[in-house]
């Protein structure tokens, strides 16, 4: 079970790197909360920032990935580097994600999707 959830958030890591939509709308409940820096929103707002171009990832170097569960939900967090292009200006930062996972119909969806900045 760790590992496929593990190898579902890599897909969703990899869709939101090549703004696919199709791919982030696979892995996420319609409902999913996401919440950045500066922003919280909805998958719907997310995917726009993605495909519209405000979100360009140049790199993502994944330090650690650990998964934990706890009844139907199951918790990923990702001690990453994450570096894009946010509205045209470089950017890059060292975060753990928290990715909550609802099991559903026997099917893990992504409903929380969260971006905390480490500073050490």
Same mark, same amino acid.
């Not at 892995?27 to 950045?36: I, L, S, T």
């Not at 996972?101 to 893990?108: E, P, S, V």
């Given at each position: 079970? *760790? @590992? @496929?959830? =593990? +190898? =579902?958030?890599?897909? /969703?890591?990899? %869709?939101?790197e090549k703004r696919d939509e199709a791919g982030m709308r696979a +892995? %996420?409940?319609?409902? !999913?909360?996401?919440?950045?820096i500066g922003v919280? !929103? *909805?998958l719907d707002q997310e995917i726009g920032f993605y495909t519209s171009g405000a /979100? #360009?990832?140049t790199s993502i170097v994944f330090h650690n990935k650990t998964a934990?569960?706890?009844g139907d939900t199951g918790v990923v967090i990702s001690d990453c580097d994450y570096a894009l292009l946010l509205n045209g200006q470089e950017t890059t930062h060292? /975060? +753990?994600?928290? @990715? &909550?996972? +609802?099991?559903?119909?026997? #099917?893990?969806? =992504? &409903?929380?999707?969260? /971006?905390? %900045? =480490?500073v050490y």
């Open positions: 079970m *760790k @590992e @496929e959830l =593990l +190898a =579902l958030s890599g897909r /969703f890591w990899n %869709a939101m +892995a %996420a409940d319609p409902d !999913c909360n996401f919440v950045h919280t !929103c *909805k /979100f #360009q990832p934990d569960f706890f060292h /975060f +753990a994600v928290t @990715e &909550v996972y +609802a099991r559903r119909d026997g #099917q893990w969806k =992504l &409903v929380t999707f969260s /971006f905390t %900045a =480490l």
